[in-house]
């Protein structure tokens, strides 16, 4: 493999101001766009020794058969300009939505003669201001269908209006109550007007004005005996008391923010957005996104970003997980887009009411990403898509019907155990899993070799059963004349995996490898993915196979050797709290509220091992006498 690509420009000729850069491929397709307030110093990453990139960008890199740039004036131009090449070409190793649905507004016409409410997707039209998005389109119609209780505004269509202005008789809304604009002969346009001004303030955060209001005017009605106005302002309290209960209240009355979470992995990262106007959720989405190169948080914001304002007005504030090395541009370029070129702020979560909130945002996100993936393997037909691309991709003759992946997970070298999980046409079979303890393994590929060399011990040929299945079979034996007896059923240990896939690169397959030459077993294929570059490697091979980023199947080995990896955790925590709790358990007059106690206070039993009398006597409940018998239990 050459050094780096032939196409290299030579550094001399890659200016250092601010720009965009794109790398485009034999056909002119772009393949990537990217941003640098240093061009030369930006580029110079992507034309280092090929075999020190990561998998993904060196693919990119091998793709293209150039790369061009254009110099900008500041870093807020080139953002600008970089923003405006990913909507034009598309990039294929850019990020990018895959939910690429429209979410419902609430919208006001205030451009219209008389504004009416509205659901609609529509982001562009003209005058109208927005609230939302909403997740579901009835969350927007039951917020609508309260709010004209306390704001009796327009809701009819445009036709209908100028057909009631024309002729004189109400809309057919505004005949059954559900339209309180001009067309329904009860107002004048000013005061319609003048009711569609506190509709918006109030969805803008205006609350407590208009809950006072009501309050104070159903009781002066009532003070006078005017209890029919009293019921207006009682009904009016009631549906402003249940919009607002449909929206709590997270953060102080002034806040007008934006927060984003983020939950991602080697191929895709889910997004959770909630927007807080007058200090309560007002609307929240999510969504997920491809990542084609590997890409780390503060990356992800900035794309993330560029693409949720794209035709929306940011607010004031945005809280993010991380922020990205150009903040400030990218906080100038939101501002931008407000009216009248208005201040964004950028920036993080760091304890607080906004930090709670950020930790609840990110379990959604988390949720979404795992409901994603779960979604994506019950699909039948991606399931048979994957198991036909990872024959075609490793070479196999035949599909991985039954696939088995083993995991290593130890404590500081420590309480080494091993997992196999077992996917059956592309679904778990967890009652076919398996542990394993590993005794005397100085590295993982000892150990992958040990569990190998042992799981492949019940694949051994057995003459005597294989002799007595056939005999059965060809004599049909019958017993009672009810039918035929079936041969004795086989372990689920002993069937053998079209595929055994390994967690981790070269070293570990080759220790597989070692393992199931030595056992005799024969056809059974092998493969390892390495976590980090999402590689999978093959026995004797220099170079990886790299399957496409999204391709059904990686995402299937992916899942299974994940699943092999919590199986392996979840097994060493169980031995790791065994072993805590048989050590204390076992000293005289220690009782499990103690044992919680005394881990609670010095954090582990190594910690609690270097521990004096003294010190381990200062937990509560823990007397000089109990102390010293703990000591002496611990030293022994």
């Known amino acids: 493999m050459a050094d780096t690509v032939s196409y290299r ?7 250092t101001q601010p720009g965009v850069y794109r790398f485009k491929d034999a056909s002119g397709r772009v393949l990537y766009v990217g941003k640098a307030k240093n061009l030369r110093a930006r580029l110079s990453n992507y034309f280092a020794p090929l075999r020190s990139l990561h998998e993904r960008t060196r693919r990119m890199v091998t793709t293209a058969a150039g790369v061009e740039w254009t110099v900008v004036g500041t870093d807020i131009e080139s953002l600008q300009l970089e923003y405006t090449w990913i909507k034009e070409f598309n990039p294929p190793f850019n990020v990018k939505f895959r939910d690429d649905k429209t979410y419902p507004f609430l919208a006001v016409t205030l451009g219209d003669e008389a504004p009416r409410v ?18 579901k389109i009835w969350a927007v119609r039951d917020t609508i269908d309260l709010m004209i209780k306390a704001f009796p505004i327009r809701t009819c269509s445009d036709s209908s209006y100028k057909h009631a202005m024309q002729t004189g008789r109400p ?47 159903m009781r002066e009605a009532a003070e006078r005996q005017d209890y029919e106005a009293a019921a207006v302002y009682r009904d009016r309290l009631q549906a402003l008391e249940a919009v607002l209960a449909k929206s709590a209240v997270v953060l102080r009355d ?18 959770q957005q909630f927007m807080v106007r007058g200090g309560r959720i007002r609307g929240e989405r999510s969504w997920t996104v491809d990542k084609e190169i590997d890409v780390d948080t503060g990356e992800l914001v900035d794309s993330i970003l560029l693409q949720a304002y794209d035709d929306e007005v940011p607010p004031r504030e945005i809280i993010v997980p991380a922020l990205p090395d150009d903040s400030e541009e990218l906080a100038a370029w939101l501002g931008g887009r407000r009216p009248k070129q208005g201040r964004v702020v950028l920036r993080t979560a760091q304890r607080g009411e906004k930090a709670a909130l950020m930790e609840t945002a990110s379990m959604n996100a988390k949720n979404n990403l795992m409901l994603y993936k779960t979604r994506r393997s019950a699909d039948f037909v991606a399931r048979s898509q994957a198991l036909t691309d990872i024959q ?43 542990r394993f303890s590993i005794a005397d393994s100085t590295d993982d590929t000892e150990s992958i070799y040990q569990v190998i060399t042992r799981r492949l011990a019940y694949l051994r040929s057995d003459p005597e059963r294989e002799a007595a299945d056939a005999a059965a079979a060809a004599e049909q034996i019958f017993s009672d004349g009810e039918g035929p007896v079936e041969p004795a059923k086989r372990k689920k ?11 981790g690169g070269q070293p570990q397959v080759n220790a597989a490898a070692r393992a199931l030459e030595e056992s005799g077993v024969e056809g059974i294929f092998l493969a390892g993915i390495a976590k980090r570059l999402e590689e999978v490697w093959l026995p004797d091979s220099d170079y990886p196979v790299i399957l496409p980023r999204g391709s059904e199947a990686l995402f299937m080995i992916q899942r299974i050797r994940d699943e092999a990896h919590r199986f392996a955790i979840t097994h060493q925590r169980a031995r790791r709290k065994r072993d805590i709790t048989s050590v204390l358990t076992e000293v ?26 003294e010190a381990i006597s200062t937990v509560k409940g823990i007397g000089p006498q109990l102390a010293a018998t703990i000591r002496s239990a611990l030293a022994g």
Request: include cysteine; glycine fraction near 10%; charge should be negative.
């Open 9 to 15: 420009p030579k550094a001399g000729e890659i200016p």
């Open 254 to 271: 002034s806040a007008d923010t934006d927060l984003f979470a983020i939950e991602h992995d080697e191929l895709a990262a889910s997004v």
């Open 493 to 503: 240990f002993s069937y053998p995996p079209n595929l055994l896939i390994v967690d």
């Open 118 to 135: 509205m659901v609609t997707r529509n982001h562009r039209i003209k005058g109208a201001k927005y609230f939302g998005p909403y997740p």
């Open 588 to 613: 005289p007059g220690l009782g499990p509220a103690r044992v919680r106690e005394l881990l609670r206070h010095f954090g582990s039993v190594s910690e609690l091992k270097k521990a004096d009398v």
């Open 392 to 434: 075609e991709a490793l070479g196999m003759t035949d599909a991985p019907l039954r696939m088995e992946c083993f995991d290593v997970s130890h404590l500081s070298g420590t309480n080494i155990v091993a997992s196999m999980v077992v996917f059956e046409d592309g679904l778990a079979r967890k009652d076919q899993y398996r």
């Open 171 to 217: 809309c057919f809304p505004g005949q059954i109550g559900r339209c309180g604009g001009p067309c329904s002969q009860k107002v004048t346009i000013e005061e319609h007007r003048a009711r569609v001004d506190d509709f918006v303030a109030f969805l803008e955060g205006g609350d407590k004005r208009f809950v006072t209001a009501a309050t104070k005017g």
